[in-house]
């Protein structure tokens, strides 16, 4: 399986700050997919990054991807106080079927 | 924008009863799925379904699970002679198969308790 692990496990700081959470797997891969959930809800996704792609943005979302080190990290820029959930990489080979989950990094954002 | 939509949200069952989630994926998708999470642990993956068969299956999805997409918008989970460690939050997720390695879309969740 191509498990992502995140890092930290679990993440606090001040409104405003910039927050990063790193994902590490183990397989190759055909994209590297963030999902963020908010107490006892769904999954969100929020940004895709294919193999074959190094960093890619969506507004105050960066994502960077490095195959060679097996590799992802979110940066959220700016945080708010409305980013306080849980954050989630997952791996998915060519066909996504069994796309799986890493423990996911609890971010805290206090006003 | 389109959704999954699963039902009900909440059910609460007696052990050994059997349970079934629905779930209606985005219309045109043709890849569907189900994950699950134990309070406060990570989501688990079931299983993935693909023209009306399983593709990938988890350890997790012995014979006590099944899936059906028994009409052209349903999507079933049913769980079989439940204990108490299958409470849980059961996600549906879909995605459209146009693309390889695109989006996979979740629902809200169904959350079950087993008592």
């Known amino acids: 399986s191509q498990q992502g692990e995140e890092d930290p496990q679990a993440l606090s700081i001040q409104e405003g700050e910039n927050a990063t959470m790193n994902c590490s797997y183990k397989?190759?891969?055909?994209?590297l997919q963030w999902y963020r959930q908010n107490s006892g809800r769904g999954l969100v996704h929020l940004i895709l990054?294919?193999?074959?792609?190094r960093e890619k943005h969506s507004g105050r979302l960066r994502v960077t991807l490095d195959t060679s080190k097996k590799s992802s990290s979110l940066l959220i820029t700016a945080s708010r106080a409305a980013d306080t959930a849980s954050y989630f990489c997952a791996t998915g080979d060519y066909n996504n079927n069994d796309m799986r989950f890493g423990a996911g990094t609890r971010l805290t954002v206090k006003p | 924008e389109p959704e999954v939509t699963q039902t009900p949200s909440h059910q609460v069952t007696q052990m050994g009863q059997e349970v079934i989630l629905r779930c209606v994926p985005i219309?045109?998708?043709?890849?569907f799925y189900w994950y699950r999470q134990i309070l406060g642990q990570k989501v688990e993956f079931l299983v993935s379904f693909y023209n009306n068969e399983i593709s990938e299956k988890s350890e997790i999805f012995d014979d006590q699970f099944s899936v059906e997409r028994p009409d052209g918008s349903n999507f079933t989970l049913k769980i079989r002679s439940t204990k108490l460690e299958d409470s849980a939050m059961y996600f549906c997720?879909?995605?459209?198969?146009?693309?390889?390695?695109?989006?996979?879309?979740f629902g809200e969740g169904s959350w079950l308790t087993v008592v």
């Open positions: 990054i294919r193999s074959n792609e």
């Open positions: 219309s045109n998708h043709l890849y």
């Open positions: 997720a879909s995605r459209n198969g146009v693309l390889t390695g695109n989006t996979i879309y």
């Open positions: 397989t190759s891969i055909n994209n």
